[in-house]
């Protein structure tokens, strides 16, 4: 990996330097489908629930914008109605909100927080307030932060990144992000200029409809050496 020198980081936070909540909503699938009056598939829910929710953070925007933990919550209601399955979507949702505010932390992240000698804007699509109890359980701090709360759009809208930009007083090509979305993440800041270190912890290949990161590492590591 080629040394860069950018002014300074954009971050993305959960998927990044925390863990996803992957499991909770494999478990609401499969309660959803143990429920369900049509008998339908987990994956089947699944499917339907992630189509919803990322439309609905599309659509999400200016005097329009709804935080992330509402459209959870819609998006679930929509699904549990159109599945016939009588729950509590509140209650289904509940360990996931616990989970956002208290995420597992990636081995690696605090070491390579601790050792970026430049400035870093965490750049993040969840709510602030989970977002700053998740900081405070793991006592990380940021030069900047920058949610989708603070911008009333998400990831991979431009405006988050261009609030990131204005923050710090850079120009695209004088920053890095670094994420694990491709969507949210690569395509979004690849956007508007910006060069972007993907995070494939998963070793995902991809796909020919996939952007091309300009960078890519199996976990947060590669930052370091990227940046030096």
Not at 49 to 59: I, V
């Amino acid at each position: 990996m080629k040394d860069f020198s950018p002014c300074a980081i954009l971050l993305d936070f959960y998927g990044t330097v925390v863990e996803e909540d992957e499991t909770y909503g494999d478990r609401i699938f499969e309660e959803v489908s143990r429920v369900s009056r049509l008998g339908v598939e987990a994956s089947d829910i699944a499917s339907l629930w992630n189509y919803l929710f990322f439309e609905m953070c599309d659509q999400s925007l200016g005097a329009s914008f709804r935080l992330q933990k509402e459209l959870t919550l819609i998006s679930l209601q929509q699904v549990l109605n159109h599945f016939e399955a009588d729950l509590d979507s509140e209650a289904l949702c509940q360990p996931e909100f616990e989970y956002w505010a208290h995420p597992d932390i990636f081995p690696e992240s605090k070491e390579v927080l601790e050792r970026c000698r430049i400035p870093i804007c965490l750049v993040s699509n969840i709510d602030n307030a989970e977002l700053q109890l998740a900081l405070n359980y793991h006592n990380l701090s940021f030069h900047q932060v920058v949610t989708s709360e603070d911008c009333r759009a998400y990831k991979p809208r431009r405006e988050v990144f261009q609030r990131a930009l204005s923050v710090l007083d850079l120009s695209p090509e004088e920053v890095l992000h670094v994420g694990d979305s491709l969507s949210s993440d690569v395509e979004g800041a690849q956007s508007l200029g910006i060069p972007v270190l993907w995070i494939n912890r998963k070793q995902r290949e991809l796909s020919s409809v996939d952007k091309a990161p300009d960078y890519v590492s199996a976990d947060l590591t590669g930052l370091l050496d990227l940046v030096g």
